[in-house]
């Protein structure tokens, strides 16, 4: 088989990165061959098809057009695939086009915005076995930020947690470790030997002054810049001094508990906590509110620092609303910082730049003088708007035309732009003279990329064409000459446009790199510009969604009045979620919570978590009012499902996460626990919820808040002083079943699956055989539910708290006669009002907000 020149280039560029795909510039499309056509006809859906090179050498081929490239690669990275782009370098001609690669991409190595989501941080991770530890080291190479951390490699769970939380876009590991790790992300293996040693003296070399690395996390990081060398190695210019990752004050959450959370679920059409936070106006703002939520806190001062800033946000409309306008519409100083660092910023990122400083300078006058708590007067003082930068950006591009350095910047420059212009002005004259001179008034001078300058004769007047002028194309109704003189001027304007590009090019470059200089001070600030546009977005929901703040301290107590959950409430029509209460305390730090299906229990659980993941993000909370003593950790196991990739069933998965929570919950961890046991036998599962239930009392002690349709175990609670029984409110009506959404004292009395599954819409038919039991009657669906608690019972309740509230000492004989009329109507309308139980509830909801 003969090899053409363009095959055998082809396979010697291929051999340079074999397990990327090589994208090969021909003309208006990079091809694709081989193995990697049926790759990208398979992820892209593009079509397939073949190309000869030579006889009888026929390959697979598929192209995309390269003004499409950028959406293409974004399609080929999130797919995880390692790209290598090959451009043309030279014109084509006779001879075989030059052609190189220019750039290599993977997922964890992008720094083009054009490729990124701003929102998110684009982590590219590395991990290396190194004795009984995981060394794991991470960098966003679009920022620079890079930290790493060492973790025990027995700890599986623990590292697939971690690793989940970080949520990297590619991860690297040496070809010789064979790391079992459940990762989202398969790991992809890399050739090479690192040892210690070797790796302490590369980091030594690269970041003199850097505190001392421990060796698996020296590396971690070895191998994350040995990649970033093989791939881009001017994205190491960007790379900041590796930090330690600050375990100490930093709470971390387990993958499922994120999940039953919905605390990021990284989707653009599912709500979740990250969506309902984001108010931020910058992309910096999103990725640190991110970056909140993934670490939040343990330190109560340094949450009482947070809590503050927020409060003053909150209470300062002026301050808050005046930030958000001044935020509104900065760019990227984060990702524009890492781009001059590289080299790579083009002149309209400079500018954009320029832009963004000036933003900084009004966010730094409306904060100044203004700004009391700690933390924002802190952050005013780290934006530094570096006015010689932006008035030298300015001052040196052009803006305004072709050129892109302004005149004056350089005289050899602007001498070459003045003979540029000469030459063209010749050519424009020379226009009107041969018009002129052969009496064509037709006759014009053009211009294209593959002839140059040419004088244009319509056909009607080509034989009055003068003898020096020589035809150079012949067009339908035009023929085309050039004349010694226009060659001459055409030849000094193409050299003096090489010459002015080189030469702007060196000043250009001298521009960007004297602008690293203040790398260091543009990150700082961007730094502190994303602090406070997140922190102005968790004052803004605050006040739209009546966030309190929650009164933290170090006891075990979790007390919370008129809790909701945030994301359920933001769903519902104004005023339709139903509050409810929370009380954990030493004395009684077990809740066991009863009550049929789709009644509110998993939405109570859920946000009480929530509240208490909030508390220490430093947030805010959807309550009235919460003092909560600071956890640990949260778990949750909530919700069905099975893993059958790994052969494990619903059942074997429940309790695998159950056994976790039991080795890792101390007394000052929060433990949510939902219907454990129910995916076995009911006599196994009453069974192993019990003795779980007596394990977090006993043995563990920390807060917990259990849900089951088990009502045996909720009968724990007459036993055991230390477990509180509480359920679902409902009532039970003629036309079936209100859920109420309350959660009240007692044992639900019924589980009414029947009625849940009638509410479903299950034939009638169906429902009767049920409640035979094939032939075994069962319990009918109850007309009046024994021990459930209705609209009237809430109100009541609510009217006690009301009479206990009252200062009878400065009461008037007629404002308790007013009380007295107000509690007797409530009463009544408890028990007469045909609007129904959730309506009456929401209606004592106005009431008291109004009172208020």
Known sequence: MVITPARQQYLQ???????????????????MFDEDAHTAARVLGITLTSREFGRGGRVPMAGIPYHALNGYLRRFLRAGYRLA?????????KRLVERGITRVLSPGTIDDPALLDAGRLNLLLSIVTHGALVGLAWVDVSTGACEYRALPADDSVGLAAFIDQLDPAEIVGPESDDLEIDTRVAIRPITGEWTVDSATRLLTSRFPGCEPIRPAGALAVAVLISYLEHGQPDLLKALEAPLPYQTDGIMVLDRQTRLNLEIDLRSRDRHDLFGLLNRTHTAPGARRLRTLLDRPLLDRNALGRRLDAIEELVGDTPLRSGLAKALSGLLDLERLAARIATGAARASELLALAETLEGAERVRD??????????????????????????RIRAELDNGSSRLLRTGIDRRLDLIYAAIDRDRDGIAAMERSERERTGIRTLKVGYNKVFGYYLEITRAHRDKAPDDYIRKQTLTNAERFVTPALKEA?????????RAAELEAELY????????????????????????DALVALATVAVEQRFARPVLDDSTVLHIEGGRHPIVERQLPYGEFVPNDTRLSDDAPVVILTGPNMAGKSTWLRQVALIVFLAQVGSFVPADRARIGLVDRIFTRIGAHDDLANGRSTFMVEMLETATILHHATERSLVVLDEIGRGTSTEDGVAIAGAVVEHLIERVGARTLFATHFRELAEIAADNERVAALQTAIEQRPDGLVFLHAIVPGIAEAAFGLEIARLAGLPTAVIQRAQTSFGKTTRAIP????KTTSAADVVRERIADDVLAVD???TTPLAALNLLAEWQQRLRAATEEPIGPRALLVA????AAQAD
Do not use: H, W
């Open 13 to 31: 560029l291929k051999a340079e990165q074999p397990d990327a795909i090589l994208l090969f510039r021909m003309g208006d499309f990079y091809e």
């Open 490 to 498: 055409e030849s000094r304007i193409l050299a003096n446009e090489e």
């Open 366 to 391: 409306v904060l100044d003088g203004r700004a009391e708590t700690a933390l924002l007067v802190e952050l005013t003082a780290d934006i530094d708007a570096l006015p010689a930068i932006r008035s």
């Open 509 to 532: 470059a001298r521009l960007v790199r004297e602008l690293g200089d203040s790398v260091a001070t543009i990150r700082t600030t961007a730094a502190a510009l994303a602090t406070i």
């Open 85 to 93: 782009i090959c451009e043309q370098l030279s014109e084509p001609g």
């Open 844 to 847: 004592e909801d106005q009431r």
């Open 783 to 786: 007309t009046v539910a024994a």
């Open 808 to 810: 009878l000492a400065n």
